[in-house]
């Protein structure tokens, strides 16, 4: 799939989902649920200073960061020490071969996959299926959406939050389910199929929350524990992380992952949290004989030399989807890749380029709450109007845009343009009234009048009324 | 490949060597954090005020999923019949038991006399057995208060899949394992770090198997286990 999951104009893309009743109603149900819940864990948090908590996650990212050639260095050491082998990819093409080669190289069949934003990002999926390998999806979600034809992810925590339990039924329909859209009866039928597939697989993939450079471990953080279950039966194990997602020390992975679970799901912790070192010991019947870590870059580095280098602290909680006044309007999918929200307008521009992107940075109001609750004290808004910026005066991809700028700031600097731009407004917008309202702008204006009418301009301005009022006037 | 490689080490790192302006340095020194408030959660407890937290969290991780999590605090002498009376809670099936000495030893050979004993030499036929189980016992090596989490580490005899397979799960928790949070678990294994030793897999676990994938309905047992009980022991 990689990072952009289709190639739809970008406004019909936004139409389509607009329209979606059942996916909007789904995303303020998830935002409403998980803010509630996460607010109420944070409350409980030792002295429930989260600020404190954020500031010091954001401390150890950032120190990471600035070292991360040395930790990273020192966490290969690591896995090496632990058994296991590290490659180091610098694209998403380098990565996927990589692990498909090693595939092929061993005689897998089939693969079990837990989910992984990284392995999304470099089309895993699809590179093993071409080289002739069975790929088993085993989060719930994935393995819906796998089922769906490769349905893209929607949201980063909760990736089938588009799909209503209608729909999912009729998916499993297609694979023998003959129940009914209840949820445990539909989950009951994902456990009997993917049970098996974990003891019979040849090779278990999964991602990485965070890697810790002090002892070369893998952390795995989920609820269902598939990602347990990816790393006990299968003698082959491979994990695909960020170049960016490590931490130096287990003391600073600690501080990440309590905030992780609690902004992700709004719960002090999921009900697995794991460390993966490498092989087991010799002799064991189960766990790994073969490991190995694979180290992706594709665009992190053009991104750490950056002014967005603050972004690669993110921990992919998906807490700034959760609290976007837009993502809840528009949906995951209307950002076109597999990062959404205001975490995906700052990252899928500096992974993918601005070309096919260049609308995200619009999708944000800069209203800010991204960056208050973000746990690796990401400056999110700040970044999205960054991207602004560069987008207007760097790369100037809109000549509308950045005329009607122009001229609007030319017309704000001078107050005589200013007087007689207010004063003649009223009667410009006069051919668009209907019934005393604007009910179809032209224009800037028809992206509110779309939705709601817009009231009649005033004719006497109001700084003119609030002279004529000082001075003893109408009131 | 050869076993142990690193591939393409050199570019990569030197790569972000430049970007960030310097060559690799030999050493870093971390900074510290700038305030420890994870060190001021449950700060001075004794063990069986840990044990208490332990099970309030427990029984709160018990209201949130309907029953499907549970602990009491029993002691030592009620652990026979306890867990006999655990091992039959949802109906009888095979049951699935580390290979642990401290079953023997904590008078639980005649209990676990029909489960089958995680025996690395039998190879496959462990997983196939804890596929099947609809019993799993295990004793936490290390116990979380703040999470009500216990924790496996790997070793032989603990089979990995013997923790996640089986239908229903027996988890023994000695009070004298209980510490505050995952803070005190990351100092334990920063420690067996630096002494060289870094288990294959540890794994703190603090619910049975749930997912909200479906409309945010909370469903339990997607994969692994659909019912845990803790039994803390206050004397052991």
Known sequence: MGIKINNENFKKN?????????????MVKAQDLINKNRTNVLSQLGDGNYREWQKLSGEVRAHVLENLDFYLNQFAENVVKNGGNVFFAKDAKEASEYVTKLAVERGVKKVVKAKSMVTEEIGLNHHLIDAGVDVKETDLAEYILQLDDW????????????????????????????????PEDLAAFARAQLRNEYVTADMGIYGCNFAI???????????????????????????????ERICATYEDADICISLLARNAVGAKSTSYTTFVNGITEEGAADGAKEFHVVIVDNGRSKVLKS???????????????????????????????????PLGVVLTPLLAGYDDFKELPYMCSLCGACTEVCPSNIPLHSLIHEHKRVLAEEKKVSAFWGASMSGAGMVLSRPWMYKLGTGVAPLMTKPLMVDGKIKKGISILKGWTDKRDLPALEVVRFRDWYAKRSKGGNK | MKKGQILNRESFISNLSNILGREMPK?????????????????????????????????????????KIDSVIIEK???????????????????IAWND?????????????????????????????????????????????????????????????????????????PQSTIVPRLTQGMQKLHEMSKQGINPAAINFICGSSSSSD???????????????????????
């Open chain 1, 14 to 26: 936004l139409d389509k989902n607009l329209n979606n009743d059942f996916m909007r109603a789904a």
């Open chain 1, 151 to 182: 349905n893209p992810p929607s949201h980063m925590v909760v990736p089938s939050l588009h799909l209503n339990r209608t729909q999912i039924k009729d998916v499993f329909a297609k694979n023998g389910y003959s129940g009914k859209d209840i």
């Open chain 1, 213 to 243: 450079a002090e002892s070369g471990a893998i952390s795995l953080i989920s609820n269902e524990g598939n990602i347990d279950l990816c790393t006990s039966a299968p003698e082959l194990q491979v994990a695909v992380m960020g170049m």
């Open chain 1, 307 to 341: 002014q967005f280098k603050e972004v690669l602290q993110c921990m992919r909680c998906a807490a700034c989807l959760n609290i976007c006044p837009v993502y809840r309007q528009v949906g995951g999918h209307s950002y076109n890749a597999i990062y959404s929200g």
């Open chain 2, 27 to 67: 050493e870093v020194v971390h900074p510290g954090l700038s305030s420890t408030p994870h060190l001021e959660i449950y700060k001075g407890f004794t063990q069986a005020q840990l044990a208490e937290e332990f099970h309030k969290n427990a029984q709160v991780n018990k209201a949130g999923s309907g029953g």
């Open chain 2, 77 to 95: 002498k009620d652990l026979a019949k306890t867990v006999a009376e655990k091992l039959v809670e949802h109906g009888t099936g095979p049951i």
């Open chain 2, 101 to 173: 000495e401290r079953f023997a030893q904590w008078g639980l050979t005649d209990v676990l006399k029909d489960a089958y004993v995680w025996t690395d030499e039998k190879g496959r036929e462990n997983v196939d057995k804890a596929l099947n189980a609809h019993y799993g016992v295990c004793v936490s090596d290390l116990s979380l208060a703040e999470t009500a989490s216990y924790t496996v580490i790997d070793k032989l005899g603990k089979g990995r899949s013997s923790n996640f397979l089986p239908l229903n799960y027996v988890c023994i928790v």
């Open chain 2, 214 to 236: 479906i409309e945010l309905n909370k469903v339990w047992g997607v994969h692994g286990p659909i019912r845990l009980t803790y039994l803390i022991v206050s004397d052991l």
